[in-house]
């Protein structure tokens, strides 16, 4: 169950409902008021105030609907609650986390601000409309000025800190004009003000003293409903990042149980081909035979090798610590090693870095062996995406604290939802026998484990490119 509203900027049609709630209970208030007071109020100037109000909420929930159908979304969602969410909601989290942990933390990006903006207008209309109301019916001695504070706090959960902020201060500017002047009303204005232009009307102590305590009040309501927020945002998203983190460690629990069996129901067929192979081999030695039958005896060596290093790379790359042995090695060599189980190695380029050769000697420290198969992975993976005369192209570079390999293929590209499920296990977009769907995601547990990143870019018809980054950590201490 989510620790705020299903959107973490707060739900749209909350602020609908809310807005839906003020025009009524307005309605019914301004009904009564001509009843309980002697002073003549502007009923019809009111009256309009509510009707602009009902219009533009109207407006709002037409705009809601809309957006809904749009998106394809059900009528009891709302449509921009994940708008608002991307808008806000993971920046405020992002910043609250720098100014906690002092890191940053990559976030999606923004995919849309008009949600955000159409909510900031409405609180902000809503908060003139109010002091317009106040300003006809007796102004700061009037008790619904505490609504001031009610549109705050709903501020502080909707919209992000600065347009928190700026309502705050819409809120003070507008208990500034009540303060000097507003239409006296019987029963409610204490101490009418003695000049009536507001422009050269002075404060008294009573009011310097409700202008403070107003201030003071809007102040800290903003700071700390504003922070509260942030925190169950930032909670939420690390429940939610948690989840995922669970979901993929039994994913990955299921895979080391699946690799495991195989290796171990693989093993003893293998080995019986294997000593059937080398045995026939050995008879054969000596007796006349046709060229074809010493290549094919090769070939089956060859292969019974390659399901070998197979098994044992998935293992490595599934979790299994014995399989991951760390070692000192270079940048070089890692490519080096990479390259070694890659077919077809003549379509593959290496794009060095223009006038510097001194990646190949940069030192790094992770499991080689592991970290090769993952980037063999993606080589194979652009190999079997591009036809048989286009090359690989693998690019190279040492930029900072980390090392970047691209993997560009002159392939079809992936489209937006092959993208979006580009990793996720058994999934697969090759011919059946070519691939179960498992490479791309143990690359990315792999690359992910050691802190790095893993990204693809893709244009249908223009190949796609998938961008590695290490980081280059320091060996570890002898204490270590």
Known sequence: MPLIAPAPLGSSTWLLQLRTFAI????ITILFAGLLTPTLLPI????????????????????????????????????????????????????????????????????????????????????????????????????FSLFYLVNI?????????PLTWT??????????????????????TIQPAVTPGWLIATLDLRD??????????ATVLSYFV??????????????????????????????????AGAAHELASPLSAIDVACRELTRHLEDIPKPKSVDEDLSLIDGQLL???????????????????????????????????????PHRVEIVEPFGDASWEDQPMWLPEEAVAQAIRNLIHNGLDASDQEQSVAVELLVDGEEARLQVRDQGQGMSEEVLGRAGDPFFTTKEPGRGIGL?????????????????????????????????????????E
């Not at 209309?125 to 300003?135: G, S």
């Not at 309502?167 to 000097?180: D, E, H, K, M, W």
């Not at 310097?208 to 009040?217: E, P, R, S, W, Y």
């Not at 390659?306 to 991951?324: H, K, N, V």
């Open 24 to 27: 009524v209970g307005q309605l």
């Open 44 to 143: 019809s100037a009111l009256l309009v105030l509510v009707i602009f109000t009902a219009i533009t909420n109207g407006a709002y929930g037409w705009w809601l609907s809309r957006a809904e159908r749009n998106r394809g979304k059900s009528p009891t969602e709302s449509a921009t609650d994940q708008a608002l969410s991307a808008a806000g909601a993971e920046a405020e989290a992002e910043m609250f986390s720098q100014s906690m942990d002092g890191h940053a933390n990559v976030l999606s990006e923004f995919k849309s601000e008009t949600p955000l903006r159409v909510a900031f207008v409405l609180m902000a209309m809503d908060l003139i409309t109010l002091t317009a109301m106040l300003y006809l019916t007796g102004g700061a001695d009037n008790p």
């Open 153 to 161: 706090a709903v501020g502080g959960v909707i919209l992000t800190a």
């Open 167 to 188: 309502l705050t201060g819409l809120a003070i500017l507008g208990y500034v004009v009540l303060l000097l002047d507003s239409w006296s009303v019987a029963g409610l």
């Open 208 to 217: 310097c003293g409700m202008l403070f305590a107003f201030v003071t009040c």
């Open 226 to 259: 504003t922070r509260i927020s942030r925190q169950l945002r930032l909670r939420e998203r690390d429940l939610r990042r948690s989840q995922s983190e669970r979901a993929d460690a039994m994913r990955l629990e299921g895979l080391t149980t699946l690799a």
């Open 306 to 344: 390659m399901c070998r290093q197979i098994l044992s790379r998935m293992r490595a790359a599934s979790g299994d610590t014995a399989a991951q042995r760390w070692n000192r090695t270079t940048l070089g060599d890692l490519i080096d090693t990479a390259l070694e189980g890659i077919r077809d």
């Open 439 to 479: 490479g791309l995601f143990l690359t990315r547990n792999v690359i992910t484990r050691l802190g790095g990143t893993l990204k693809f870019d893709s244009t249908p018809g223009l190949g796609t490119v998938a961008t590695v980054r290490l980081p280059l950590p320091k060996e570890p201490t002898a204490a």
